[in-house]
């Protein structure tokens, strides 16, 4: 019940276009979605977060879209960029704790 | 802020051998987190301490792999007798009131 399932393992997406990066859960006592990306060496840092009571959160180019009663939250990012291609994981928190998902290696070709 | 500080960046040890691995939190935030990163696993929370007080180390693996948080601004992972299968990246993390966790840059363990 504590597991967070994220998809697709890997996406490859062209310039310009627009990746998405879904997550479901089962724990109804989440009460914070965050969304990390981490590039190679370096430690996951929080990119962009959601609580929900909202369905949809952006900014800048990064979208999280919030599904409640399904419970299922998604990442967009638009105009995706060669810089962003990272390993994106997702989130879920309980009591302090987060249960991350199991990443996402998104490239962006040029 | 120069963020969650973790030493050593890098470390080998020989199976057997003693391992800690340090961290320092940001100032002020009261949780810190312990995670370990594998390819297999991925990120596994090992224990989280909430105002110096160990919450839960339920995702210690075993006996051999104790942390400490003497002070609000310190905290160690250690690992005795170390095994080749604790080879891993080791990240510590802190937040303030549980939301977003600053992560610190990690430390590559390995084992031979």
């Known amino acids: 019940q504590q597991q967070v399932k994220q998809s697709p393992q890997s996406l490859i997406v062209q310039k310009g276009g627009i990746s998405i990066i879904n997550c479901a859960y089962e724990?109804?006592?989440?009460?914070?979605f965050p969304w990390y990306q981490q590039f190679p060496g370096k430690g996951p840092a929080l990119l962009i977060a959601?609580?929900?009571?909202?369905s949809e959160k952006k900014e800048g180019r990064f979208t999280i879209s919030f599904n409640k009663s399904a419970k299922q939250f998604s990442l967009h990012i638009m105009d995706s960029q060669p810089g962003d291609s990272a390993t994106y994981f997702c989130?879920?928190?309980?009591?302090?704790?987060?249960?991350f998902g199991s990443g996402t290696q998104l490239t962006v070709l040029p | 802020d120069a963020g969650v500080i973790q030493s050593p960046r890098h470390e080998v040890t020989e199976m057997g051998q003693e391992v800690t691995l340090r961290c320092k939190p940001i100032?002020?935030?009261?949780?810190l987190f312990w995670y370990r990163q594998t390819m297999m696993r991925g990120l596994e929370l090992l224990i989280y301490?909430?105002?110096?007080?160990?919450?839960?180390d339920s995702g210690m693996p075993e006996d051999r792999f104790s942390a400490k948080m003497p002070n609000a601004s310190f905290s160690t992972l250690k690992i005795q007798p170390s095994e080749p299968r604790d080879s891993a990246v080791y990240f510590c993390?802190?937040?303030?009131?549980?939301?977003?966790?600053?992560f610190g840059s990690g430390t590559r363990l390995t084992v031979v």
């Open positions: 993390a802190s937040s303030l009131a549980g939301d977003g966790h600053t």
């Open positions: 724990n109804t006592a989440f009460d914070y």
């Open positions: 959601i609580r929900p009571d909202v």
């Open positions: 989130a879920a928190r309980s009591a302090r704790q987060l249960t």
């Open positions: 100032s002020g935030h009261n949780s």
């Open positions: 301490f909430n105002n110096n007080v160990p919450i839960d």
